[in-house]
């Protein structure tokens, strides 16, 4: 058995100590668990004692808690998750970027703030390029922080209207099944969009601001033939989009704006003969100049643990599958003729 250590932290300010600790222990009871030590306040000094490496994660696990409150972060869950998950990696040095500007308000006040360094790349990304494309699993924020943006670009007048977009594809349903006239039909598959945006602007700003042709949320198929100048322009779900459309897509772009495009691969919804258009511009354009490719991973998911541990799971069952099959001679697929 390996022999117990102490490992003490300081913590200078009680406001500090009281956020790292928690409602009712819970951080330090989530951090003990995790790394198998033990946490005892004493005064203005935190004493951990366990492993020597466990100890050793556990202070910097601390150190970078209390230097995110300091800087005014509130301290949850998430956080210590993450921060754990950075130290496992050696990446505690990244926690100061973790602690950022705010991206955008909402209708009650809250600040929108990237929480992991996967997030903060994504926004830079944002703020620095024409065209962004935002990959990652359910939980990363990659559509809400989009919405985000676009509604601080909004505010600030650099862009005069935003346009939001999906493809209408899901599984298992199409369009004509569903009840109701078209704007019936395609309301549902842009719920998403309209959540975000009520909570940015408030559903008396959003709805005065759609009246006026300010904000446009629509499906793919609306998008074809237009030419979308000062605008932010995010297509969301872009993995069920086909070649053909998201080139379409692409070349809708004016002058002064602005594209995030946001997907997550491994929820292609598209017949196994379609080529999902997510996958094949994140191959065409790749090294192109103004346009940036963000993946995001199961360690920026800012939703609920168990989300995490969902996708890991999934993850590794695919790895297994791919594996397990056994090879098959490529066949050449045939061409596919773009169409603007």
Do not use: W
């Not at 009680?14 to 600790?21: A, H, K, P, Q, Y």
């Not at 050696?90 to 705010?102: I, P, S």
């Not at 379609?274 to 354009?285: E, P, Q, W």
Request: hydrophobic share 40%; proline share 3%; aromatic share 6%.
């Amino acid at each position: 058995m390996a022999s117990q250590i102490e490992r003490f932290v300081n913590v200078e300010r009680v406001e500090d100590m009281i956020s790292v600790f928690g409602s009712f222990d819970a951080n330090i009871k989530y951090i003990e668990k995790a790394l198998g030590v033990a946490i005892v306040n004493r005064g203005d000094q935190l004493r951990i004692s366990g492993e020597e490496e466990a100890a050793d994660k556990a202070a910097r696990t601390l150190e970078g808690l209390i230097a995110l409150s300091s800087k005014g972060e509130a301290i949850d869950e998430q956080r210590v998750r993450y921060l754990i998950t950075l130290v496992q990696e050696g990446n505690e040095a990244l926690v100061h970027r973790m602690a950022k500007d705010v991206v955008c308000i909402t209708a009650k006040g809250k600040p929108i703030k990237a929480k992991t360094v996967g997030q903060q790349d994504y926004m830079k990304a944002i703020l620095s390029n024409i065209v962004t494309i935002g990959v990652g699993p359910a939980g990363t924020g990659k559509t809400y922080l989009a919405v985000a943006a676009a509604v601080a670009a909004f505010r600030e007048r650099s862009v005069n209207r935003i346009v939001l977009t999906r493809p209408a594809v899901e599984a298992g349903e199409r369009l004509g099944f569903l009840p109701g006239d078209l704007q019936n039909k395609v309301d549902p598959y842009l719920r998403p969009l309209y959540d975000a945006l009520y909570d940015m602007l408030g559903a008396e700003s959003f709805q005065k601001y759609q009246e006026r042709g300010s904000i446009e949320v629509a499906p793919l198929a609306y998008m074809r033939g237009r030419t979308l100048d000062d605008s932010f322009i995010i297509l969301d779900e872009a993995q069920n989009t086909t070649r053909e459309q998201m080139k379409m897509f692409l070349t809708r772009l004016g002058f002064n704006s602005k594209i995030v495009i946001t997907g997550d691969v491994t929820q292609i919804d598209l017949p196994e003969d379609k080529v999902s258009g997510l996958k094949d511009a994140i191959r065409v354009l790749d090294g192109v100049k103004d346009i940036a490719v963000c993946r995001l991973t199961s360690a920026d998911v800012v939703r609920h643990a168990l989300v995490q541990q969902i996708i890991n799971a999934y993850e590794k069952a695919e790895r297994s599958r791919a594996a397990a099959k056994p090879h098959e001679p490529r066949t050449e697929r045939r061409k596919y003729h773009d169409q603007a």
